[in-house]
């Protein structure tokens, strides 16, 4: 498995900020990824994060919403752009170390609440 | 139609019951399944992968049909513990990519005493 840290674990922001979510990984992934997660509903995928090319997006999430980075292999950051309060939700950041096909791990989640 | 289905529940049982969840998955060249456990307000955790010839944890044992392509969970001697939501994935290439995993949108169970 892999140690993954995510930052923030929680915040309250205003309509209309960013928030910028790190995951910080303690070995060199082969993929990571970024959901979402609404209370009592199942985990969303927002995007794959490629390291040093664009993120893959799926159907309904876009570049300019959810910035993405992933600088190298183990680090990756996720920007909640323009928020409203639709955006509260926990967003989850997940590795898949061995590649396509394998088990996902993990992080803590990071709880955003947008008043 | 979705990439996996999996019945949400709730699921009530008392200790000692014996519990059995199932997922379906539409893309029949999918290789790869796995079920993770999700407690409340925490990140999903990995339970197990699911092996074609079936695989058992203690209590635990996974099935995959490939033919019907379902997989399943069976939990045996039901503790208070496993109290948590079961979310099924699976996973699926796209293209040319590396794919991704697709959750099942989880299946709640509660183990009362």
């Known amino acids: 498995s892999a140690v993954i840290s995510q930052k923030p674990s929680r915040d309250i922001c205003q309509r209309g900020t960013s928030l910028t979510i790190q995951c910080q990984v303690d070995s060199q992934v082969t993929m990571m990824f970024w959901y979402r997660q609404q209370p009592g509903q199942s985990l969303t995928l927002i995007a794959t994060a490629n390291q040093g090319s664009e993120a893959t997006y799926e159907s309904g999430f876009v570049i300019d919403k959810f910035p993405i980075s992933r600088p190298n292999l183990t680090f990756s950051t996720l920007t909640v752009s323009n928020m409203s309060p639709e955006d509260s939700s926990i967003y989850l950041c997940?590795?898949?170390?061995?590649?396509?096909?394998?088990?996902?791990?993990f992080g803590q989640g990071t709880r955003l609440t947008v008043v | 139609r979705k990439e996996v289905e999996q019945d949400p529940g709730p699921f009530n049982v008392p200790e000692g019951a014996t519990v059995a969840f199932n997922c379906t998955y539409s893309?029949?060249?999918?290789?790869?399944f796995f079920w993770y456990r999700q407690d409340c307000r925490k990140e999903p955790k990995l339970l197990m992968s699911v092996y074609s010839s079936g695989n058992e944890d203690g209590r635990f044992t996974a099935q995959l049909n490939r033919a019907s392509q379902y997989i399943s969970l069976l939990i045996r001697d039901s503790k208070l513990s496993d109290s948590a939501t079961y979310l099924c994935a699976v996973w699926g290439k796209r293209g040319s990519t590396l794919g991704r995993l697709y959750f099942g949108r989880g299946t709640q169970l509660t183990v009362w005493p």
């Open positions: 997940s590795v898949g170390i061995t590649g396509g096909g394998s088990e996902a791990f």
């Open positions: 893309n029949s060249a999918s290789q790869s």
